[in-house]
């Protein structure tokens, strides 16, 4: 079974620019994460989806960050426009409607210069 | 608001010894989930155990154990016989029972697993 799939890896920007992030979760998994994980701690939700949804995205910068999973499947997170201290690692998870589990992707490590 | 503490910012074990990472945390709920996760270089996070906190039983998973103390809100990770492949950092979470809620973090330990 694939896991979690991100993309890109490794991104890096101008300050200013924008950049998007993309997360396929697992098959069948309703629920999807985007987290925040600075360097030198551990990661914080931005927003969380069920099906298409956005059921929490009281953590997220609605002035530069967007988000969107329109067919409840595959997930978009945006930056517009990124800054110096938006340079972190960008993880998706996602989890059966209601469970506990959630797994993670390889994460997007986004530098902006 | 739930919080979770990881106290130790890093700890060094020789390999085949025992090791244990602690972790506290507050909430005013009585029903949750506990975690573990190891996050090697890679990024990738992987879980290594999760504790119900109705279940008094403490929960195992092969070299992995935890000691779950409710009342003093206490969630440590044993590793017993450390190989190589665990020098990680490791994340001790938190989630409510409510289903499909968000985990909240500890900041990490960073574990060291020498020959």
């Known amino acids: 079974e694939a896991g979690v799939v991100q993309s890109p890896r490794y991104k890096i920007i101008e300050k200013k620019q924008p950049v998007a992030f993309w997360c396929n979760p697992i098959?069948?998994?309703?629920?999807l994460y985007w987290y925040l994980q600075n360097l030198g701690q551990g990661p914080e939700l931005l927003i969380r989806?069920?099906?298409?949804?956005?059921?929490?995205d009281s953590q997220l910068p609605k002035d530069r960050f967007s988000a969107e999973r329109l067919k409840g499947v595959d997930s978009t997170l945006k930056i517009q426009p990124a800054e110096l201290g938006d340079s972190a690692v960008y993880l998706c998870?996602?989890?059966?409607?209601?469970?506990?589990?959630?797994?993670f992707g390889p994460g997007t490590r986004l530098t902006v210069l | 608001a739930q919080t979770v503490t990881q106290s130790q910012p890093e700890m060094s074990v020789q390999e085949a010894e025992t090791v244990t990472l602690s972790c506290t945390y507050d909430?005013?709920?009585?029903?949750?989930?506990l975690f573990w996760y190891k996050q090697p270089p890679s990024r990738q996070m992987i879980l290594v155990i999760r504790?119900?906190?109705?279940?008094?039983q403490n929960a195992t998973e092969n070299r992995f154990s935890v000691n779950f103390q409710k009342a003093a809100k206490s969630f440590s990770l044993k590793i017993s016989d450390s190989q190589l492949g665990d020098t990680a950092m490791y994340f001790c979470?938190?989630?409510?029972?409510?289903?499909?809620?968000?985990?909240?973090f500890g900041k990490g330990m960073k574990l060291t697993v020498n020959p």
């Open positions: 998870a996602s989890s059966l409607m209601g469970g506990h589990e959630q797994f």
């Open positions: 098959s069948g998994h309703n629920t």
């Open positions: 989806y069920e099906n298409e949804e956005a059921v929490d």
């Open positions: 909430t005013s709920e009585n029903n949750y989930y």
């Open positions: 504790q119900e906190a109705y279940k008094q």
């Open positions: 979470a938190f989630t409510l029972q409510g289903g499909s809620e968000k985990l909240v």
